[in-house]
């Protein structure tokens, strides 16, 4: 695969038309297209061993830049490395909502380090984030959570070697004899990203969306118990008027109608 940039300042790439790669910016896999390429006569000038160049997600039109390692200085053209590096990643992303603020503020953390591609600095804040959780949910929290853990395992058909490697980084702990961390593997790296968002997914996120909802659904309840007694009171109102007018009557039935159109 050729990648070069020629003396008219042309970015020429052979696979250009299947360039895609996950936006940062609107998340989709998506075609890019370059934008700004340095010129050739700078880059001969200053012979930089890595160059920029700014494309743009066909998706969402947001700048994506790349960085590419230059091959050779030619008379004619400049040779890139066909692999680049992505300056800015996908970041990760998570309901944080109903976290409790320690873990937020370490898992955020995780989340970032993962997003860097820094693997074992997010394996080291994901047994913070555990750490802090086990704190705050006390041992039978601890308890439910491992049982939970088990049934991802199943579940996710996770293998031995990457559960145990799981177990060791969210029920470890530093001063546990061997309870160092391990190196993970990059798909390793994956499946922790994955566990640790359905732990504290079912840990707090779930809870707190039921509890909400249950709030919602009681106010609601509230208001139409309120508004069936008045309409019952309007009713009664009426009634005891002696029907005296009939039109302040109907007013009482489309009160009442009023009342069960709420409900
Ligand atoms: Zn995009």
Known sequence: ??????????????QAHSLALTCPHCLVLAHITPMAVPPFSELSLYRPRQIGIVYRCDACNSPIFLRFNVRSYGAQRIELSAQFTEIERP??????????????TLFREALLCYSHGAFNAFTSMCRRTMQTAFELLGEPGKLRLFDQLNELREMAQIDAT????????IFGSDSDPGGGLPI????????LLEVMKDLLYQAYVRRGRLQQAMVVRRFFSDQTDRSG???????????????????????GVRAADAARNTT
């Open 162 to 169: 990457s559960f145990t490697v799981l177990k060791r980084v």
């Open 91 to 104: 970041r990760e992303k998570f309901t944080f909502t109903y976290l409790p603020e320690a873990i937020e």
């Open 229 to 251: 007694a008045a309409a019952t009171y309007a009713a009664t109102a009426t009634a005891a008027a002696g029907a005296a007018s009939l039109s302040s009557a109907a007013s």
């Open 1 to 14: 695969m050729a990648v070069y940039i020629d003396s008219s300042d042309r970015l020429l790439h052979d």
């Open 184 to 191: 993970l593997e990059d798909d390793q790296a994956g499946i």
